[in-house]
T-cell receptor
Framework: DAKTTQPNSMESNEEEPVHLPCNHS???????IHWYRQLPSQGPEYVIH???SNVNNRMASLAIAEDRKSSTLILHRATLRDAAVYYC???????????????FGKGTLLTVNP | SAVISQKPSRDICQRGTSLTIQCQVD?????MFWYRQQPGQSLTLIAT?????????ESGFVIDKFPISRPNLTFSTLTVSNMSPEDSSIYLC?????????????FGQGTRLTVV
């Protein structure tokens, strides 16, 4: 899997927007950009994914650069429950079922201040 | 979606012994994986559990140390054999419901293992 680069940590205040960046300069044309998060003492959970266009769901938005070499996960109003480690992961869909395995980097530890 | 139940949720084991972790899914799934998360670290894939055949191990992991079974589409076990304190980690089961890689993966809550 192509590699991603994320800041080790970020801090936000409750009810403010949070922009979590991810660089993936070696992304290939068949790589989808996935975001997962891991709350304390829990397994990772899916947040969002996209290919080229910006994506929105009930949890977050994903903004993808035009050249796809970077992306930003946007939490519109951070809550204390959003404090977690956020992982940006590239998944190549060209290889079939074997691409279900995820290669986790160190992720970004998000702290939300009340 | 898929709901995953892992057992046990935590255990403290003596070195030299073995522990078998169970992963039960509430629906048939195509892909099942086992990950390890060492203290303060990110997740590392151990192996892909294949139904009816031997698991596919990632570099650095071997069958003798981490034997895996997958008798059907909803259940898998991971055994941590001949444990040492270095095996103290969280072990997580993950599943995928479709063959296409462009859908979400689901994770269990993990098994927190401490070896003393």
């Amino acid at each position: 899997d192509a590699k991603t680069t994320q800041p080790n940590s970020m801090e936000s205040n409750e009810e403010e927007p949070v922009h979590l960046p991810c660089n993936h300069s070696t992304i290939s044309g068949t790589d989808y950009i996935h975001w997962y998060r891991q709350l304390p003492s829990q397994g990772p959970e899916y947040v969002i994914h996209g290919l080229t266009s910006n994506v929105n769901n009930r949890m977050a938005s994903l903004a993808i650069a035009e050249d796809r070499k970077s992306s930003t996960l946007i939490l519109h109003r951070a809550t204390l429950r959003d404090a977690a480690v956020y992982y940006c992961i590239l998944r190549d869909v060209a290889g079939g079922g074997s691409n279900y395995k995820l290669t986790f980097g160190k992720g970004t530890l998000l702290t939300v201040n009340p | 979606s898929a709901v995953i139940s892992q057992k046990p949720s935590r255990d403290i084991c003596q070195r030299g012994t073995s522990l078998t972790i169970q992963c039960q899914v509430d629906s048939q799934v195509t892909m099942m994986f086992w990950y390890r998360q060492q203290p303060g670290q990110s997740l590392t894939l151990i192996a892909t559990a294949n139904q009816g055949s031997e698991a596919t191990y990632e570099s650095g992991f071997v069958i003798d140390k981490f034997p895996i079974s997958r008798p059907n589409l909803t259940f898998s076990t991971l055994t941590v054999s001949n444990m040492s304190p270095e095996d103290s980690s969280i072990y997580l089961c993950s599943v995928g419901t479709q063959l296409t890689g462009n859908t979400e993966a689901f994770f269990g809550q993990g098994t927190r293992l401490t070896v003393v």
